[in-house]
């Protein structure tokens, strides 16, 4: 995952990702990936989630797993702020 952010998202300086699985309203197994950043990336830069999206897509097929992932991008200054109001 962080290969392919950093190819595709170069200046988003990851701090951590969280993944889980998950079960989407369609009820097919699934991922929910929560990438926290340090500081949100640029608007030209962030619009390249969708292709981060499309990549790790690809290298789970590779694999052999067909769950779709769900992403989330997030600050750090945002995690604490939700983190804080639970």
Known sequence: MAEILGQTMPSAEVAR???RPMIDSDGEKSLSITVIVRERPNGE???RLVEVVDKFRTWLLSYDDDRFPYFRLR???EEREIQEAS
């Open 17 to 19: 990702v969280n993944a």
């Open 45 to 47: 830069e962030a619009v």
């Open 75 to 77: 600050s750090e200054s």
